[in-house]
Structures are given as structure tokens and as C-alpha cells.
């Protein structure tokens, strides 16, 4: 390690709802952080967007504060991660010139079927179509409509106007770190749900131009890629002077949240597990091959270090659902979560026969289905409150559960422990439910909620030349433990079966129910 006791590291994590930005020193110390929020617009008609401007503003802001809080020190380094499989038109000069398609959006669903559809296929998917991509990229475009190439042929279809103006389509973290530095550019690991780069060589990733025609995209509008950890360019003057940051600090092009992930928890090592619960929730690894599940939707893309890929296996919702659920029942107010700790207690271990379904907004793996709406099942009127907020956290852990046992079949081994970070294993109460749900012995890193912004600091500092990968172990050193209890395990293990179950049973008649085709309207 080659970092000095000075050297302090900055990093910025998009999320969904808000954006983390800290100062790290180079053991993983969190010297400074601020969280600023912004607003999503959904609807009914799949849309889901934001405003490019909004998460800047909360970039900036948040630099502002750290710097205020803790003074620049010797920042050397910048790192951008956040959320991915979003869009943003951009101008010539790096500006929007449209609300951010993100991650969520399913409006380009159909077109998405009508590319990769046709006879004979696969899983519905044309057999000539799935073999290219899974032979190139190692996976293939989702039918749900929420990968990035969705995003951008929706607006090619429904927003020609935007499409023509558009110089180039970036990723959410891409368009932060062009506001950083002035060059648009994009991390190769970040566009991967473009699914037109030529993947099989994961230190060097390129665009396919045949899949790229293919796939119906023009050339000219994706940015140039560069490695997750190459200097994209230095922090502009203007932003210096906003935010009182050096401009001689380096920013590195970064990577996306579920890659940084892994990163943040020290697990920079093969076949090291790790689950993440915050918006929604990913069961990942480091994996030195290639390889796809598409019965599953799940595969191995390029990771945030060069030469190794992670395995993107994402569950669509996770504490969505139980900040959903607590506002319903009008859980709220600085005490929040301690009143939902609490009530989570005073219920048993299968929350006395209530399951819930954390399906609120389709789901992408184990099955990739947005058609699949949650609730709660097998509710009597013995059912408490209590029930109901440990079945939400219950349901969750269900599902990641299912995820896991498929990501081990990928893997080829069993996990002996997991490695977990994410605003939900803050509840000593959740950490330990996963414990019991998956028979598993659960680490919980040293500040959950920051370890994704923690790893794109550090993450930094290897890409300038300070540190390396493998000094990023030193995120895992402090980590606090969970034992599965065998008794509630048991009982798992039969509310688990019961879980999948109904699934299988009802999966045809939710996509009845939430196809376009079929439209409710009031008397």
C-alpha cells in the first residue's frame, strides 16, 4: 500500500432516492458524509424518471458539505458509482436535454420482445439472436424493458425529437462524472445492459459494431469506453471553485452500485458472497469466467476490476417494500425504524402463518417477470401489525434465499458465510432473520449504509495509483456476525417452500392481471 496517513479519498454513490458523498481515509475510515435526496416520477404506464439536474445539485451540495465539515485535506482522488441501467440524453456539451430514464422504466418493453423475439426460439428469445449475444456479451437484453438498449430504442421509437438531438446516451454515473470533468466517457463495466459490447475479454471490453447494429443502436450516440479504474480527467475549474475541491484531483470513471458493492465490503476475491439490501437487493460475486443462466436472468458481465467479472443477479425490491408497508400503516417520524425493530420482535420467527410477496414492482431474478405483484397471503384475522412488518422482512429474505440458491448452482459451491451491507442490515433484527432464512452465518460490514460509497473512494485510490485491489480487503476486517438459530431455521425451510409455491401457482394469473391489454377503470 502505497498511501500516505494524509491521502483522504472522496467518493459519490447515485442512488435511486438520494446520493452519499464521503471522505475516506485509506482504512476505510469515514472522516466526512453527507446524504442529499431527490424525487422519482413513476406511473402507471411503466414510465419511471428523474431529473439529471436534481442528482447534480445533490453531487454538489454534497461535496460542499464534506469539505465544510472536514476541510479538502489531501483529496487525491474522486470515485463515481450509483445506479445503472438508466439513460440520459446529453448534448454536446454534457448538458440533458431530457428527464433520466431509469432504472425502473418498462416502457420499452414491447420493443424489446419484438428485437429479440421470432422463430424458432428459446425462453422467447430467436435462437440465432440469443446465441450472438450470449456468445459476445455473455447474457442478453431483459423482455421486462429495463435495461438501458430498452430505454434508448423506447426513445428512438416514442421520442424521435429527443433521439435526434441527442449527441450521446449516458449512464446516470457517467453524466456525474462528465459534469466532474468535462469528458464524456463511460466505464465498460456500466453499459454492459446495452448488451453490444464484446465482453469475452474482461480487461479489455469494446463495442460489437455487428451487435450494436443488430441491437438497432447508432454508433455515434454511445460514449467512448475506458476501464472502471482509468483516470477519466481531472476536477474542472468550475467545479473546483463551487465546491473548494483541488482541481488537480483526479477522477476515475467508476463503476455501477451492484459492482461497487462488492468493492465496498472487501470482496475482491472469487467466489466471496455478498448480499445487498437497500432500494432493492442483489446476491453477487467475483467470478473469473463468463457465463449465463437465462432460465434464471442471471450472468457474469465485466466487474469494476479489470480481468474478473461479478455475477448481476438483482431482486427488483427489498426495502422498498417495508418502507411501503410502514407508511401504510402510518409508521412514521424520527423513531421510525426503532418502532418498526420493535414490532418486528413482538412477532415470531414465520410471523404466525403471514407471508408476504415482495414482488411490488415485477422482479428481474430469480424469474424475470414484471407482471408479478406482491401482498400479503395467508393473512387471518389473528394477524397483527407486528406480523405484518416481520413478514415484509421476512418475504424479502424468502427471496433473496431463492436467489441465492441459484447464484450457488452459478458459482458451483455452497457459501460458508456472506458477506452483507445495505441500509437494512443496519436492523440487527433483518441481519439476523437473513441469518435464520438462508442457513447461513451473515457478516454485517462496519457501517452498511456506506459501504458502496466507501469501496468507489478506495476504489479511487487504486485507479490513481495510491493503492491496490487488494488492499481493499481491509473493508472486511471489521464486520459484526449473525448465527443462523437452527429452530427458526426449520421452520424457514417449510414457509420457504410454501413461498416458491405460490409463485408457481400464481405467476400466470398476475400477468393476466397486470398485462397493458387489461385496464381496470372506476364505475
Not at 423506447?154 to 435526434?164: G, N, Q, V
Request: one cysteine or more; a neutral charge.
Amino acid at each position: 500500500m502505497n498511501a500516505e496517513s494524509g491521502d483522504i479519498f472522496l467518493g459519490i454513490d447515485l442512488g435511486t432516492s438520494s446520493c452519499k458523498v464521503a471522505l475516506v481515509d485509506s482504512s476505510g475510515n469515514i472522516i466526512a458524509m453527507s446524504v442529499n435526496s431527490y424525487p422519482l416520477s413513476v406511473s402507471g404506464d411503466g414510465r419511471a424518471e428523474q431529473n439529471p439536474e436534481d442528482w447534480w445539485n445533490a453531487v454538489v451540495t454534497g461535496m460542499r458539505e464534506v469539505v465544510r465539515s472536514a476541510g479538502t485535506g489531501k483529496i487525491s482522488s474522486i470515485g463515481v458509482t450509483g445506479q445503472w441501467s438508466g439513460t440520459v440524453a446529453v448534448d454536446m456539451n454534457g448538458d440533458p436535454i431530457a428527464p433520466a430514464i431509469v432504472w425502473m422504466d418498462t416502457r420499452g418493453e414491447e420493443i424489446i420482445r419484438e428485437i429479440s423475439g421470432g422463430f424458432p426460439s428459446i425462453s422467447g428469445y430467436r435462437v440465432d439472436k440469443l446465441v450472438r449475444w450470449l456468445h459476445i456479451t455473455g447474457g442478453a437484453p431483459a423482455h421486462s424493458g429495463k435495461d438501458s438498449l430498452a430505454h434508448i430504442l423506447y426513445m428512438k421509437r416514442f421520442m424521435p425529437e429527443i433521439y435526434e438531438k441527442a449527441y450521446k446516451f449516458l449512464e446516470p454515473k457517467d453524466f456525474i462524472v462528465s459534469r466532474l470533468t468535462g469528458k464524456i466517457v463511460a466505464s465498460w463495466d456500466n453499459v454492459a445492459l446495452l448488451w453490444s459490447t464484446d465482453n469475452r475479454d474482461s480487461s479489455h471490453v469494446a463495442y460489437s459494431q455487428h451487435l450494436i447494429r443488430m441491437n438497432s443502436l447508432d454508433a455515434a450516440k454511445l460514449p467512448d469506453l475506458v476501464s472502471p479504474v482509468s483516470v477519466a480527467g481531472k476536477v474542472r475549474e468550475g467545479v473546483s471553485s463551487t465546491t473548494g475541491i483541488s482541481s488537480n484531483a483526479s477522477v476515475i470513471a467508476g463503476c455501477g452500485d451492484t459492482q461497487c458493492s462488492l468493492i465496498g465490503v472487501g470482496a475482491v476475491d472469487d467466489n466471496d458472497v455478498h448480499i445487498y439490501l437497500g432500494t432493492s437487493s442483489w446476491v453477487t460475486a467475483h467470478v473469473p469466467y463468463k457465463k449465463t443462466d437465462i432460465f434464471h436472468n442471471i450472468a457474469s458481465l465485466p466487474s469494476a476490476i479489470p480481468g474478473k467479472y461479478f455475477i448481476a443477479a438483482e431482486q427488483e425490491n427489498a426495502c422498498n417494500c417495508l418502507e411501503y408497508v410502514s407508511k401504510l400503516l402510518s409508521i412514521e417520524g424520527n423513531d421510525k425504524y426503532d418502532i418498526i425493530d420493535m414490532e418486528c420482535r413482538a412477532s415470531p420467527a414465520c410471523s404466525n402463518g403471514l407471508v408476504f410477496l415482495p414482488w411490488l414492482f415485477g422482479e428481474r431474478a430469480p424469474v424475470e417477470n414484471p407482471f408479478l405483484r406482491g401482498g400479503f397471503f395467508n393473512m387471518g384475522l389473528n394477524n397483527t401489525r407486528s406480523d405484518m412488518i416481520r413478514s415484509v422482512m421476512e418475504g424479502v429474505a424468502m427471496n433473496s434465499r431463492w436467489l441465492l440458491g441459484i447464484v450457488e448452482k452459478f458459482i458451483g459451491k455452497k457459501s460458508g458465510q456472506i458477506l452483507m451491507a445495505g441500509g437494512g442490515v443496519i436492523s440487527s433484527t433483518w441481519s439476523q432473520i437473513y441469518a435464520d432464512v438462508l442457513d447461513r452465518r451473515i457478516l454485517v460490514v462496519d457501517n452498511p449504509r456506506y459501504s458502496t460509497v466507501k469501496g468507489v473512494a478506495l476504489l479511487s485510490a487504486v485507479g490513481s495509483g495510491i493503492m491496490k485491489i487488494t488492499d481493499l480487503r481491509v473493508l472486511r476486517e471489521k464486520t459484526r456476525a449473525f448465527e443462523p438459530e437452527a429452530r427458526n431455521t426449520r421452520n424457514y425451510d417449510k414457509l420457504f417452500t410454501q413461498f416458491v409455491s405460490y409463485y408457481k401457482n400464481n405467476s400466470s394469473s398476475m400477468r393476466e392481471m397486470n398485462s397493458r391489454e387489461l385496464k381496470f377503470t372506476p364505475q
